[in-house]
């Protein structure tokens, strides 16, 4: 039995063909954009602060506002300076993904992979590319016009791969994705890495793990390649 999976859930997640695709958070699933908030801000909590206020501008924005001015106003929100924003997004191309991400990504070839993020688009494609994934579909905020949690973000990806959402597995990395993605109908596999609990009135995710490495076991029974 795979730790973190209701005792039931197995023989129903391994039936052949019960996902067509599978999409990600992509800062906080795949990335490790914390380090690089760290890293510009010169100081863990000051990072910390910061990154945590960015993540509660966008989940409540809804509607699409300019990704870089969010990172300016959540600076200047817990005392840092704006130049460190302008500093932060001159360095994305420095983020890097999670130690395992980049082979489980390549354990998954042969699927249908997507991203739905909370950043611009041309901020989306250059931490995408850092995980060496060429992901079919890439919505950012911007791209759908909205942040997430509304669910017009998460329909944006399953109108753009044209499946219904129960074939699409989504893979939080928050725990705003766990509602978000469940209220479009969504399955939830949720990444963990905080130890958080799952957010009151979600539906449980179908699975929870501290890392992305029991990923392809629930994706599978496999397409090619997997």
């Not at 999976?5 to 958070?25: E, N, Q, T, V, W």
């Not at 909590?45 to 409540?60: C, D, K, M, P, Y």
């Not at 957010?199 to 599978?220: H, K, S």
Request: charged letters at 20%.
């Amino acid at each position: 039995m795979m730790e973190g999976f209701p005792p039931d859930a197995l023989d129903y997640l391994m039936k052949p063909s019960r996902f067509d695709a599978i999409a990600f958070d992509l800062l906080t699933a795949l990335i490790d954009s914390w380090s690089l908030w760290i890293a510009v801000a010169g100081d863990e909590e000051r990072g910390r602060a910061w990154r945590r206020a960015s993540l509660a501008r966008v989940t409540t924005s809804g509607a699409y506002r300019p990704y870089e001015v969010i990172v300016q106003e959540s600076a200047g929100e817990v005392g840092i300076p704006a130049s460190k924003a302008d500093e932060l997004l001159a360095r994305w191309p420095e983020l890097q993904p999670w130690p395992e991400a980049r082979g489980v990504l390549q354990r998954l070839r042969g699927w249908r992979l997507a991203i739905v993020t909370n950043c611009s688009q041309r901020l989306a494609e250059i931490a995408a590319k850092s995980t060496g994934c060429d992901f079919e579909v890439i919505v950012s905020a911007e791209r759908s016009g909205y942040y997430k949690i509304a669910p017009e973000a998460y329909r944006a990806a399953l109108d753009a791969l044209e499946l219904p959402p129960e074939r699409v597995l989504f893979v939080a990395g928050s725990p705003h994705d766990v509602p978000g993605a469940s209220a479009v109908g969504m399955p939830v596999y949720w990444v963990n890495r905080a130890g958080a609990p799952v957010p009151a009135a979600a539906p449980a995710p179908i699975g929870v793990a501290a890392d992305l490495r029991q990923l392809p076991e629930i994706a599978c029974l496999p397409p090619a390649g997997c």
